[in-house]
């Protein structure tokens, strides 16, 4: 197989996460090639903490929501898996304690939000991954180099935002 044939294989998963009104978190996650063309979308149902889980988990509740729940439910029914996950906000980072790929934050590259994360430059965008996980770096940077230099890594995460809103809209749910 020559590397262009692998470059078009390349599949990234953009999985983000809105709040409705009621403090509940929906999650979405789609998959594209590497064009951003859509292979796979699922979505979750709202997933809603009382209150004594808001007291005992503290400040974990919403990371643990969006990553161990959210995000690796979504993982877990996706037919057509990703190389690269791509999130909308560091809590859901978290989801790559349960995820067998690596996961990066994609923020602006003139993003002045601080992290002292690691992080690589793909396209237009600064991407920060797991502490924990360095390791990923290399698998990253094979990947990253599929990538045009005027990538915009958010764009898809948007349309997954877009798309949640959508679907609560039409459920009746007020979106927050």
């Known amino acids: ?76 029914r996706l037919q057509v898996k990703p190389h690269l996950l791509f999130v909308d906000r560091v809590e859901t980072l978290q989801v790559r304690s349960v995820a067998t790929i690596p996961v990066l934050w994609a923020l602006e590259r003139t993003s002045k939000e601080a992290t002292d994360k690691p992080s690589v430059d793909i396209g237009l965008n600064r991407c920060v991954f797991a502490d924990d996980f360095e390791s990923d770096r290399d698998v990253i940077k094979k990947h990253a180099a599929v990538f045009a230099n005027d990538a915009n890594l958010r764009e898809p995460l948007e349309r997954v935002s877009e798309a949640l809103k959508e679907t609560m809209a039409s459920a009746g749910a007020r979106v927050a």
């Open 1 to 76: 197989m020559s590397s262009t044939d692998k470059a078009e294989q390349v599949r990234l998963g953009f999985l983000a996460a809105i709040e409705t009104r009621d403090r509940a978190f929906v999650g979405g996650l789609l998959v594209t090639d590497r064009f951003g063309r859509p292979l796979e979308f699922q979505c979750t149902t709202p997933v809603k903490p009382n209150r004594t889980q808001e007291l005992l988990y503290g400040p974990t509740l919403v990371p643990f929501i969006l990553g161990e729940l959210l995000g690796k439910t979504l993982l877990d």
